[in-house]
C-alpha cells in the first residue's frame, strides 16, 4: 500500500473509533491520542529506515539455510515462526528491563485505544529485526517472512479497541481484544500475562495465559509526571543509567536485565513541558511528516537530501507533539 495512503487509512480509523467512543458515552483523551501518533510517526520513520538493513540481516542467514520447502510450508512456517519469535520477544520486553525500557511506551496509555496500537518504540523493530531473520535458516524466503510479519503486526493492530468483542471461545486458539486488553492492564492478576499476538497457545504453553474478570486497569505501575513523546522513550533508559550512579557497578549492570520490579519506585523527571497541542499543529505536523516520509522514497533514487527530509519529518513530529511549540514560548520565539 502506498504510505501516505497507509497513514491516511490509520488516522482515519482512530477519528471513526473516537466518534463511536464518544456514542458510547466513552471519554477519548486528546494529549493521549496525539502522544500515541507521533510516537507512532517516530516509530514508523526508524522503520522505514531499517527495511534495508532487516534485509542485508535475513541475507546474513541465507548461505546456511536448510533447502527451501514447498511455498505453502515456508507461508505456514513463517506465521507460526514469527508468531513464536513474537512471542519471545515480546516476553522477554516486559521480563529485562532493557528491553522494558523500549516496551513500556506501548504499556503507558491509561487508555485502550486503536491509536494505543501505534505507540511504540523504534528499538523493538531492531531487535525484532535480529529475532526474525533467524527465520531465513529454515528456507523460509525473505518476501514470506517480511509478508507474515506484516500481517502479524496488522493482526495485533486491530486487538487494541474496546469497541468489540470475539466470541469467548476464540480465545483458546486466537489472540482476541479482551485477552489483550488483559495483557494492557496493570492489575495484579494481569501483569506479565497474555504476550501472544496471533495465537493464545504460546502462552497456554508457558504459563503466561490468563482470563479472568479481575478489573481493568491500563497503564505501567510507575508513571513519571512528564508524558511526551521524547520522554517516554528516554525516561526509563535513563533511570537504567542512574543505576550507575546510585549503585555499586555489579548491582547497577544486574539491574539492566531485571525485571521493570527491581528498579527503583522514583522514575527519573527529566525535563518538565505542559504539552498542548492545538488541531491546527498536529495537521501542519503530520502533513509535514508525510511529505518528508514520502521524500525519503525519492531521496532513494537521488532525487533528496536525506537529511534535509529526515530533519523535516522529525520537525513534523515535534510541531505535532507539541513540543516545538511549548519549546519556542520558552525560549520567547512565541508568546507565552
Ligand atoms: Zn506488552
Known amino acids: 500500500m502506498n504510505p501516505t495512503a497507509f497513514f491516511f487509512l490509520a488516522l482515519a480509523i482512530i477519528v471513526v473509533e473516537t466518534a463511536l467512543r464518544s456514542r458510547k458515552k466513552r471519554s477519548t483523551s486528546w494529549t493521549e491520542t496525539i502522544r500515541n501518533i507521533t510516537l507512532g510517526l517516530n516509530e514508523r520513520l526508524h522503520a522505514l529506515l531499517l527495511t534495508a538493513f532487516s534485509a542485508k540481516l535475513y ?25 513464536a519469535v513474537w512471542y519471545i520477544y515480546h516476553r522477554s520486553s516486559h521480563r529485562i ?39 531465513a535458516l529454515y528456507g523460509i524466503a525473505p518476501e514470506i517472512i517480511f509478508f507474515a510479519q506484516v500481517s502479524n503486526a496488522l493482526y495485533g493492530y486491530i486487538l487494541h479497541t474496546e469497541l468489540w468483542n470475539y466470541p469467548r471461545w476464540m480465545n483458546y486458539v486466537l489472540v482476541t481484544p479482551a485477552f489483550h486488553r ?47 513523546y521524547l520522554h517516554d522513550q528516554l525516561f526509563y533508559l535513563a533511570q537504567l543509567v542512574r543505576n550507575f550512579y546510585r549503585y555499586p557497578f555489579g548491582r547497577a549492570l544486574r539491574l539492566v536485565f531485571a525485571g521493570p520490579e527491581a528498579q527503583d519506585a522514583d522514575p527519573p523527571h527529566l525535563y518538565s513541558l505542559d504539552l498542548r497541542p492545538s488541531a491546527g499543529e498536529v495537521l501542519l505536523g503530520i502533513g509535514l ?45 512565541l508568546r507565552a
Not at 520447502?69 to 505456514?76: I, Y
Not at 528491563?97 to 523504534?122: D, I, R
Not at 536525506?306 to 520567547?332: M, N, P
Open 59 to 83: 541475507a546474513l542467514w541465507q548461505p546456511f539455510a536448510f533447502e527451501a520447502p514447498p511455498s505453502w510450508v515456508q507461508v505456514l512456517l513463517a506465521i507460526l515462526g514469527v508468531d
Open 182 to 228: 488483559i495483557h494492557h492492564s496493570c492489575s495484579p492478576s494481569h501483569i506479565d500475562k497474555n504476550y501472544g499476538n496471533v495465537f493464545t497457545f504460546w502462552d497456554r504453553l508457558f504459563g503466561s495465559y490468563c482470563l479472568d474478570d479481575a478489573p481493568l486497569v491500563y497503564g505501567i505501575t510507575k508513571t513519571p509526571k512528564q508524558r511526551d
Open 97 to 135: 528491563s532493557l528491553l522494558w525500557a523500549a516496551h513500556l511506551t506501548h504499556h503507558m496509555p491509561k487508555e485502550y485505544t486503536m491509536s494505543v496500537a501505534v505507540a511504540a518504540s523504534p528499538i523493538g523493530v531492531v531487535v525484532r529485526a535480529f529475532l526474525y531473520g533467524h527465520l
Open 289 to 333: 511528516f508525510i511529505l518528508c516520509y514520502h521524500s525519503i522514497f525519492q531521496w532513494e533514487a537521488g532525487q533528496r537530501s536525506f537529511w534535509a527530509v529526515l530533519v523535516g519529518a522529525h520537525l513534523g513530529i515535534a510541531l505535532c507533539s507539541g513540543l516545538l511549540s511549548t519549546f519556542a514560548r520558552r525560549v520567547g520565539v
